[in-house]
């Protein structure tokens, strides 16, 4: 019988994190899942470490190497190599919950349905403190920008999601010397086709590294700016409000300055939104500029594990 659940990782130089998801799946209550890692170009031992686990055949693993993409890269991988009804990333420095698997799959098998685009569940840190806030107990299915803006739901959430949907929206975009497009793009277009089940149960166990994303957004920020600027135009397109559509023009235009893009305005979904915002995106511009970095906030609205905006990504 095929499994229902594809749970993948994608990972660059992370052979002394990944055990630690390879672990949590060694442990988990149900075997009705592959585990498909994406190696995005490593150069340490990663390769001969999943080669040794793969010989231990205690769990189902695939494993896939291409030249380093960036993050999105690696998802728009194993995007395309999925064929499970069902999938999850779980990054390489996180673990499952040790039942998570058993939760996803017999909570689908009851409730889920193509009314739905999958499962929003929590993320709580190591010691077990939910990340953020539970979702309303009353509460049974609701698109994901609606538990934030209209539920006031706060912190990162572990998404689950129908791998035909995943399929079907538009990959994620790659920019010649760039690594990172947030990626809160794909989920926002899947926002707008079907709400998700949710499952007020903790999923995954994530952690704050000194080598994440999260705690380099500055750096991501100035180096990508071109797929920073394609999400914030996105982002304006689904904004749920003109507030949230002129903080996105903010952004947007900044990240427009740091790529030098004189047409900024004219490539605006809402061109006298991105106007008015121009003095606010100068002044976030020079901000960013002299790298000034708050600490590091897991705010599901933005890339993942960064207060920035709109939308779940990753870290």
């Not at 490593?42 to 769990?59: N, R, Y």
């Not at 995007?79 to 069902?86: F, S």
């Not at 349905?113 to 539970?134: E, K, R």
């Not at 030098?260 to 106007?275: G, M, Y």
Request: net charge neutral.
């Amino acid at each position: 019988m095929k499994s229902m659940l594809t749970v993948f990782t994608p990972t660059y130089n992370r052979a002394h994190t990944l055990h630690l998801c390879y672990e949590s799946l060694k442990r988990q209550t149900c075997n009705d899942f592959f585990w498909l890692i994406i190696d995005d170009g490593s150069t340490d031992h990663t390769k001969e470490l999943v080669e040794a686990w793969m010989e231990e055949g205690k769990i189902q693993i695939q494993y896939h190497y291409q030249d380093n993409q960036g993050m999105h890269g690696a998802h728009n991988t194993a995007y395309e190599i999925i064929d499970t009804e069902l999938n999850v990333c779980i990054d390489s420095d996180d673990y499952m919950a040790d039942d998570a698997v058993e939760k996803i799959v017999s909570f689908w098998s009851r409730y889920g349905s193509v009314q739905y685009a999958g499962i929003v569940g929590l993320d709580a840190a190591p010691g077990g403190q939910v990340i953020g806030t539970a979702m309303p107990k009353e509460l049974e299915a609701s698109r994901l920008n609606d538990l934030y803006a209209k539920w006031k739901v706060k912190g990162d959430k572990k998404l689950v999601y129908r791998s035909e949907l995943t399929r079907a929206t538009p990959p994620y975009p790659l920019f010649s010397g760039e690594k990172y497009c947030p990626l809160s793009y794909k989920y926002l277009l899947i926002d707008q086709m079907y709400p998700l089940l949710i499952l007020n149960e903790v999923l995954c166990y994530v952690e704050y590294r000194l080598d994440g994303s999260s705690m380099n957004m500055i750096r991501q920020y100035r180096n990508n700016p071109r797929g920073f600027a394609f999400f914030r135009r996105v982002a304006m397109t689904f904004a749920p409000s003109y507030k949230e559509r002129f903080r996105e023009a903010v952004h947007y235009v900044s990240s427009s300055m740091f790529s030098r893009n004189k047409n900024f305005i004219a490539d605006s979904p809402f061109r006298w939104t991105t106007v008015l915002a121009i003095p606010l995106g100068a002044l976030l511009y020079l901000y960013i500029q002299r790298g000034n970095q708050p600490q590091p906030v897991r705010n599901p609205r933005s890339s993942r594990k960064v207060g920035t905006s709109t939308g779940s990504g990753d870290k």
